[in-house]
């Protein structure tokens, strides 16, 4: 207040020293912002990074216990491992054929 007091008779510096503290309040708060959203985005990373890790060892685990739990029969072993041979088959065929 004592500086617009003093500036008074010169509107014009008035008006320029008003918008200089705008802006360094502006850039001010800006910053700010600006630094809680990256450490809002570094959290959430941290977070889904953490949910992942729960995720896979769920899925594992859950794999694991489905395995024990309830054994595939002969006739299912038999239809994967015809499955994985064709598709063992078609990829020595692919690179094969990627070396050509």
Do not use: C, G
Not at 12 to 39: C, G, H, M, P
Not at 45 to 55: A, G
Not at 81 to 94: D, F, G, H, T
Request: glycine fraction near 0%; proline fraction near 1%.
């Amino acid at each position: 207040m004592l500086i617009y007091l003093q500036l008074r008779k010169n509107i014009k510096e008035t008006d320029r020293y008003f918008a200089a503290i705008d802006l360094s309040l502006r850039q001010f708060f800006a910053n700010i912002s600006n630094v809680e959203a990256e450490n809002d985005r570094k959290r959430h990373d941290e977070i889904l990074r953490h949910l992942d890790k729960i995720s896979t060892h769920s899925s594992a685990t859950a794999r694991i216990l489905n395995d024990v739990h309830n054994p595939k029969s002969v006739e299912d072993e038999y239809y994967e491992s015809e499955q994985n041979l064709k598709w063992l088959a078609k990829a020595k065929i692919a690179k094969e054929k990627s070396r050509s």
